[in-house]
């Protein structure tokens, strides 16, 4: 979808959207329209009970000299960044498959000047709320089909413009999450997932590596390379490096779990359901596309990215439970149910970016546990930390961004639930806080003095219903929270 702004509304626009701020329905300038047309739009407007609520749409068609123009009311609620993204979400939900192809957002008659931000973040919302995967719809009919392809915003404030090609880059980014998590798992597999992600961000200037099954093996990555041994697949380490400051060290690291489909491995997954297994690589999803998001701004900002890649099957080779497996940390994992593979792919690259890259902070992202949704839903995402500034970092940006979080506890009493009597540690821990000793595992693999957060988005990354932003199925979860932590804690 293209954006594209002018200083006042077209003359020639048969499709204008008014922006209403809350009550503000009779103090709205319509401009050129003419008393009659204003009554109309009005009259609609308050047999609707419309007064401007955030994302609520009146139409009515009024005319226009000798042209009928389709005339939208759409609320921006108190005018604050996240009202004006549910405005531009609403709009294109409004549009997208209504055969109308051009519309003209025409701020100049709201009562106050938009901020610059609040602008550039309705037109990201308009622009992601068209997302769609229609690639294997072979009979999709024609009324379905988007035809909304550009929105003009007229009377935008100044610094709108360069506002939205930051929000742009954000938006991109997005668009590969979801690509990435939308694909079916016969498309997209560990070697796929990085051929996907080198073709999308070419030329972009970021730095990548990939690590192959043998490499991994003389590094001693037993815990990833044991959750991939009952696929035909093979797995892959992704490493994507932005160095915004120029050399040195990243001062961040993400890494993302990447299974791109989890059986549940020999302690099967109950088959109703299992299908919505393809987004198991969601975290792994978010940091492709938040490092996309980052090169395509130019953040200056040192950061390295990191995917573990596996897919989890039962096959006569596949990891059982009772196995002992060695990390590359050294330190040794009794499998007792292979489900809880997401830590075993995080630990080993854990392990290795700060070998390899000495971050200062690392946070860590996976669809880790189904405790997690039970905890929260699919309204927030958890998450852990060793260091109270940093957990406070992230919970303003999720804020911030609209993509949010709520913290939970780390404890030596829950660390201990995962102590093994013959290994250092068993995979899983009793049925009560399964969230919590998840994070405990991970929180073993992190170098002393090493700020870290694990982010446990597994509510996150799919939604049942429409949001502001997305429509049913992947929403981008993670690329606008790590975005915006980024360019609040690393940049400037």
């Known amino acids: 979808m293209d954006i594209q702004f002018s200083p006042t509304r077209p003359e020639a626009a048969t499709v204008i959207a008014l922006p209403v701020e809350k009550d503000g329905l009779e103090r709205l300038d319509f401009g050129a329209f003419d ?182 093996a003389e590094l001693g990555m037993g815990a990833l390379l044991g959750v991939s041994q009952g696929s035909v697949r093979d797995a892959r380490l992704l490493v994507m490096k932005w160095s915004g400051k120029g050399s040195g060290d990243p001062d961040l690291a993400l890494v993302g779990k990447g299974v791109t489909f989890d059986s549940g491995g020999i302690s099967l997954k109950p088959g109703p359901g299992m299908e919505d297994m393809k987004w198991d690589m969601g975290g792994a999803g978010a940091v492709a596309g938040a490092m996309k998001a980052l090169a395509a701004r130019k953040a200056k900002a040192n950061v390295v990215g990191v995917c573990g890649l596996v897919e989890n099957m039962p096959d006569a080779g596949a990891q059982r439970p009772g196995d002992i497996v060695t990390s590359m940390s050294g330190q040794t994992i009794e499998i007792l149910n292979t489900d809880a593979e997401g830590r075993l792919v995080l630990c080993d690259a854990l392990t290795w970016v700060q070998k390899n890259h000495r971050p200062k902070t690392i946070v860590d992202l996976a669809t880790l546990t189904g405790a997690m949704i039970i905890a929260l839903g699919n309204e927030h995402g958890g998450c852990f930390a060793n260091d109270d500034s940093l957990a406070d970092q992230l919970l303003a940006a999720g804020k911030a961004s609209g993509d949010l979080l709520w913290r939970f506890p780390l404890s030596d009493a829950y660390n201990k639930l995962i102590d093994s009597p013959i290994a250092d540690m068993k995979n899983v821990g009793p049925r009560g806080a399964g969230s919590i000793t998840a994070a405990q595992f991970l929180q073993r693999f992190v170098d002393k003095g090493v700020r870290w957060a694990h982010l446990d988005i597994a509510g996150m990354v799919w939604a049942d219903k429409p949001g502001a932003t997305y429509d049913k199925g992947a929403t981008g979860y993670g690329v606008r929270l790590l975005d915006r932590f980024v360019a609040d804690n690393f940049e400037g």
């Open 35 to 216: 008393a009659a047309a204003q009554h109309i739009a009005r009259s609609a407007a308050r047999a609707g009970r419309f007064d401007g609520e955030a994302g609520v749409v009146v139409e009515s068609f009024v005319s226009r000299g000798d042209r009928v123009v389709q005339l939208l009311l759409i609320g921006v609620g108190g005018g604050g960044e996240t009202d004006y993204e549910r405005a531009g979400g609403a709009l294109t939900a409004k549009l997208l498959t209504s055969g109308v192809e051009a519309v003209t957002v025409d701020f100049a008659g709201l009562g106050g000047v938009p901020t610059a931000r609040s602008v550039a973040r309705f037109a990201a919302a308009a622009v992601q709320r068209g997302w769609r995967i229609d690639t294997y719809r072979t009979k999709l009919p024609e009324k379905s089909k988007p035809t909304l392809r550009t929105i003009t915003l007229a009377g935008a404030p100044d610094g709108a413009e360069s506002s939205w090609h930051v929000q742009e880059a954000v938006t991109k980014g997005l668009a590969l999450t979801r690509m990435l998590v939308s694909e079916p798992p016969n498309i997209l597999y560990p070697v796929s997932f990085v051929e996907r992600v080198m073709a999308d961000v070419e030329g972009l200037g970021l730095e990548i590596s990939v690590l192959g099954e043998s490499e991994m």
